[in-house]
């Protein structure tokens, strides 16, 4: 008779801490709540996946030990998301077609940091046809808003969520597509919206701190630029783009291929990772 296992495997895309109104880490009973969830998860779980090699320090300070972690790449769909004319449907309904567009496409959350992205779009305010576009929601959305309108922010676009149908052609859309993260959070969070944008074919503009597990992957993929989370070179990096930006076909060639082979092709993180789960 075959004796039955438990497996319980565990997938760590962000190690959340609880933050108030002002993104500072908090020490209510909702954080001390999480800390024991978390806790709990981590010593039951046989085996924890995380996305990026920089969660694995972070995961070892939860006194998870080395042998329970295997770093594997989320899953994408590269037929899905591919390098699309930068004028489509979508650019045309936005009325983007003529200008640089600077993208963020995601949560508009505490973690992302985007009000030094804000600043930085007032001093390009000067520039013509220059674009900086937030796409999606989330819960911080509302005070950007109000930021935008109190800096007279006029290069600077709210747009809506959209289904998941379109996120090829507002991908597309963007000359540069922006990540941003908060500082001190790198080793516990990596945005997955990474992987789209480079399949996509469009280069990315990091905003983080130094070695973090988003800086690390943008370096590694050759597939943009990363900066500090300061104001003075978050404006700055655009413009080298936009100096650069009518070798786009080329360039979109060359960052989806860098993410095939570094991310798929070579890692192939699916396969590598079937003895990992197959000796627990």
Not at 22 to 36: D, T
Not at 246 to 254: D, E
């Amino acid at each position: 008779m075959v004796e039955e296992k438990t497996f319980f495997a565990l997938c760590v895309g962000r190690i959340s801490r609880s933050r108030n109104t002002n993104g500072y880490i908090s020490k209510s009973s909702n954080y001390f709540f999480g800390e024991k969830t978390r806790r709990f998860l981590f010593a039951a779980a046989n085996v924890i996946q995380a996305l990026g090699d920089g969660f694995i320090s972070d995961l070892q300070s939860h006194a998870v030990p080395a042998s329970k972690i295997v770093v594997i790449p989320p899953w994408l769909d590269t037929d899905f998301i591919r390098p699309l004319q930068r004028q489509n449907s979508f650019s045309h309904e936005q009325g983007l077609n003529g200008d640089f567009v600077v993208l963020y496409s995601g949560n508009l959350g505490l973690s992302q940091g985007l009000e030094n992205v804000l600043f930085a779009a007032k001093i390009l305010s000067h520039l013509q046809a220059y674009s900086l576009c937030l796409c999606w929601d989330g819960a911080n959305r509302g005070k950007l808003v109000t930021q935008a309108s109190e800096l007279g922010l006029q290069n600077v676009k709210f747009i809506p969520f959209q289904t998941r149908e379109r996120l090829p052609e507002v991908l597309a859309t963007s000359d540069v597509s922006l990540v941003s993260l908060q500082g001190g959070i790198g080793n516990s969070s990596l945005p997955s919206k990474t992987f789209p944008i480079l399949a996509s074919g469009r280069p990315v503009l990091a905003v983080a701190d130094k070695e973090s597990g988003l800086w690390n992957l943008v370096q590694q993929s050759k597939g943009g630029m990363c900066v500090p989370r300061l104001i003075q070179n978050i404006w700055l990096k655009p413009s080298r783009f936009w100096n650069n930006h009518q070798n786009c076909a080329v360039r979109c060639l060359k960052i989806r291929g860098s993410l095939l082979y570094n991310f798929i092709l070579v890692n192939q993180p699916l396969i590598n990772s079937r003895p990992f789960y197959k000796d627990l």
